[in-house]
Every structure is written in C-alpha cells, then in structure tokens.
C-alpha cells in the first residue's frame, strides 16, 4: 500500500505562487507515474499535471492547457516527494489539490483518475483577488 500526504495548500492573491509536495510512503516501488489532480468547487476531478517517475534517466510530463507555462511538476527519488510549483495563479486556479500515484506504464501517463489507485487526502489552494 502507498500512503501519499500533500503539504502547502493555503490562500494567495492572484498573481501569486504556492508550492505544493506530496511525501510518499509505504510500498511505493514499482510506482511508475505520479500527478497532480484538482477539483473546483462544484466540478470534476481533473488532472493538471503528470510526471514519469518510475523510468530512470527519463521524466516526461504533461500540462493541461489551463497550467502550462504556469505550473511545474518535478520529483526527488530521494525523499520520495513530488512536487508541484504554481506560479502566476488566478481564482480558477481555487480547488482542493490531489496527488496521486500509478502503476500504469505508458510514454505519457494517463489523465483519468481511474489510473490512480492510490491518493492523498488533498490538500486547499484559495487564490483571491
């Protein structure tokens, strides 16, 4: 089992950066992509990033359209911590923020949710004006 705990949620102006991370532990061997998903207030869950972390010597992401040029996802194999930086954030940017870990093996790793077995507890990002 993966346990998957989010840290650095919180409330910022539009304009601002938060910096999320997400510690796991537990059997996390043969974890093969992470991301970070969101869900605004009264919508779906979706995914905003994603990051191949179980290929050595490769890391191939992927950006919703909504985040790209604004966010960045990266991971330390050491600390087992993904992580993602939210730069230039605006009040559509407001959600609760989800990591998630899978073993689904593929050049990109998927979008759907139900690819991720494994999730943390999420954590808030208020952005206000």
């Known amino acids: 089992q993966v346990q998957l705990a989010e840290s650095g949620g919180g409330s910022v102006q539009t304009g601002g950066s938060l910096s999320l991370s997400c510690t796991a532990s537990?059997?996390?061997?043969?974890?093969?992509?992470m991301a970070w998903f969101r869900q605004p207030p009264g919508k779906e869950r979706e995914a905003v990033a994603t990051l191949v972390v179980g290929e050595i010597g490769t890391s191939i992401k992927f950006y919703d359209d909504s985040v790209r040029g604004r966010f960045t996802i990266s991971h330390d194999g050491a600390k087992n911590t993904l992580y993602l930086q939210m730069n230039s954030l605006k009040s559509q940017d407001t959600a609760i923020y989800y990591c998630a870990a899978g073993f689904h093996r593929a050049l990109f790793c998927p979008r759907g949710i139900d690819n991720y077995p494994h999730w943390g507890q999420g954590t808030q990002v208020t952005v206000s004006s």
């Open positions: 537990g059997s996390s061997a043969g974890v093969y992509c």
